[in-house]
């Protein structure tokens, strides 16, 4: 596997534990983990990932956050 650039959101604070995202230059999928456990890896593909994100956008996901 390639090395991976991590990227957090800029929503996040420096020192809160976040979502990290990557792509895989060698295979075009997408990696997601969380920053306080690292070596869990879940792996996706863009298109995939751009449902999810259009579909939080819509607000289809808001009942599991709150208000």
Known sequence: MSSL????????????TCLNV?????????KLRESDDPDVVVTTSPE????????????EFDH???E
Do not use: H, M, P
């Open 5 to 16: 650039a991590w990227q957090k959101s800029s929503f996040s604070s420096s020192n809160a």
């Open 22 to 30: 990557a792509r895989d230059i060698d295979d075009g999928t997408i």
């Open 48 to 59: 995939k990932l751009r449902a999810f994100i259009l579909g939080v956008k819509a607000g």
């Open 64 to 66: 599991f956050v709150g």
